[in-house]
């Protein structure tokens, strides 16, 4: 993790990033900046388009590290800017707009444009507006708008600025590459996060600061005492997992094994240990593992606290989790954090279910859908489902 300094929509802010982290997925995900959009995250479509520096620039191909010391403008921080207010009206004046979802990025390409063109001829202004890409309206209105706001201002008297007030050559936020701790990340060689332990030859396990951490419970319809018994079983823990199983044999303190993830068009087995650490006194335990993938060369490291708590008068007990992660590598790419949070959210849920079951003395069901792998696609569509049941029950309810 890196920390930096960065000036977003006239706010200082000061926050740990890691290297890999795009200015899009930091805006979104650590400042709920949702305005700047992402389409493709290849620095093509235009839909991520924000100000840094006051120049235009594509936040999906922007590292947030990168941009310390930089001044970032979304288009939230546009709000009260006089160039996108008439360029709103104008969008909404010439149907400019369907789903909206270019609209952030273009609104921003096109107060660029009317800064600095002197006039507002239709070839300069497409040529212009070409690298933010509609896909439901068309570019009819689009330019249309964006001409009649730059005929209005400079029939005001407004005049262009040239270049748009660019002052420095070179790619946009480059005025701040002279930072040593992005210049020491770029020199610096990937370092392995796997070493040895030299008296036993096994993987260390180092404590580590995760990347994300969120909280999760559920309830176990049996007493404490039983439900942290039953955690301290690793072998019996790993099959109520799904996707889990042991690579070696387990001692109460420390477990090798692997969990399989399917996640988009990746399918990764993390191979790794973990530390078990368990305090009988407060029912409370926590698991830091790690693990690799060789074929998406995926790095992973994870921390489960968890705490049983007795309600129904001790007859049932509340497990609470926490539960952070830092995920490095290609499955890192594309492993939104909403989606790894809701990935995980379900994976708690199975396990909740088959430890109940195990409980019970019934046999966890081997067969059923996601005890065998942690499967991205499935689980996406199926909380896509629910998401569109909630949200026409709400529709309804109206
Ligand atoms: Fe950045 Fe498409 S999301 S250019
Ligand atoms: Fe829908 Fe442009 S308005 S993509």
Redesign the pocket.
Known sequence: MTMIGLTVNTRAIKASVEPRTHL?DFLRDSLNLTGT?????????????LLLDGMPA????TYAVACDGARVTTIEGLDDDEITTELRAAFTREHALQCGYCTP?MLIAARDLVLRLPTSDEHHIRVGLS?N?CRCTGYVGIVRAVRTVIDQRRERGVMPISGGGRQTLGPVGSGNATNPAVSDIAAKPATKAETRDEDTGTMAIPDFTPAKVFKDQFTVAYPPDRVFDMLGDVAQVAACLPGASLTGVPAPERVEGMIRVKLGPISADFRGAARIERVLETLSGRIVGMGSDQRSRSLTQGEICYHLVPIEQGAATRVELSIGYSLKGMLAQIARDGLVRDLAARLTADFARNLDRHLSGIPVDATAEGSQNLNGVSLLFSLLRERALKNIRRLLKR
Not at 37 to 49: N, P, Q, R, S
Not at 58 to 61: A, K, Q, Y
């Open positions: 899009a959009h992402l389409g493709c995250e290849h620095g093509v479509c235009g839909a991520c388009t594509r936040s999906c191909i990025g690298g890409l």
